[in-house]
């Protein structure tokens, strides 16, 4: 498809939306259960709970890029390098996702943008470390339920401090 007849079909989908309470109201859901989603997936992450995790993707084949993490065609690749990078007890971690700019393209398919601030403490080096960024995110419905097909993260500022006795150290504040 083109990009001018994308672009049709996208005003008339969002035309329709305005003139029928009915797609509005999906519209809503769809967007509301894309944010759930989200959300699912940085509880998931939050929690170590790696199946959680992995439940948030298309089963078949995705894209995760995650920058300086690595890039993956599905999520059991990601959830390998989760597991050894990130569950530790010792890993104190909590992500934000905020601002979320979702547009709902068809039927079955949704594009989303996201702000991300990661808090991460670890107990083990005594650092701290304080991340922003953005998500840019395809969704696609399978089975009336949205997942994840592409998601890329990209850092915009990353503050990384060190613990030594009663004081903080800054080791690092600026763009990742």
Same mark, same amino acid.
């Given at each position: ?5 994308? %672009? ?12 029928? @309470?009915?797609? %509005?109201?999906?519209?809503? !859901? ?9 959300? %699912?997936?940085?509880?998931? /992450?939050?929690?170590?709970? =790696? $199946?959680?995790? #992995? $439940? ?5 084949? /995705? +894209? ?5 993490? &690595? =890039? ?8 390998? =390098?989760?597991?050894?990078?990130? /569950?530790? !007890?010792? +890993?104190? !971690? ?7 700019? #979702?547009? *709902? ?6 594009? &989303?943008?996201? $702000? @991300? ?10 650092? *701290? ?11 696609? %419905? ?5 997942? #994840?097909? !592409?998601?890329?993260?990209? &850092?915009? $500022?990353?503050?990384? @401090?060190? +613990? ?9 504040? &600026?763009?990742?």
């Amino acid at each position: 498809m083109d990009v001018n007849s994308f %672009r049709f079909q996208q005003k008339s989908y969002y035309k329709l939306m305005t003139d029928n @309470l009915e797609v %509005r109201v999906k519209v809503l !859901e769809d967007t509301l259960a894309i944010q759930h989603l989200k959300h %699912r997936y940085l509880n998931a /992450c939050d929690a170590k709970d =790696v $199946s959680a995790m #992995i $439940s948030t993707f298309t089963p078949s084949a /995705c +894209m995760i890029d995650y920058g300086p993490v &690595g =890039v993956f065609k599905n999520s059991n690749d990601l959830a390998e =390098v989760f597991k050894e990078v990130a /569950c530790h !007890e010792y +890993m104190l !971690e909590s992500h934000h996702a905020h601002n979320p700019i #979702i547009k *709902i393209t068809d039927d079955d398919e949704a594009v &989303g943008d996201w $702000s @991300l601030t990661y808090n991460l403490i670890n107990l083990d080096n005594s650092s *701290i470390v304080t991340l922003q960024g953005s998500y840019h995110d395809l969704y696609q %419905r399978i089975n009336d339920q949205w997942l #994840i097909k !592409e998601t890329t993260f990209r &850092g915009v $500022s990353s503050l990384n @401090l060190e +613990m030594e006795e009663s004081l903080l150290k800054v080791i690092f504040a &600026g763009k990742p």
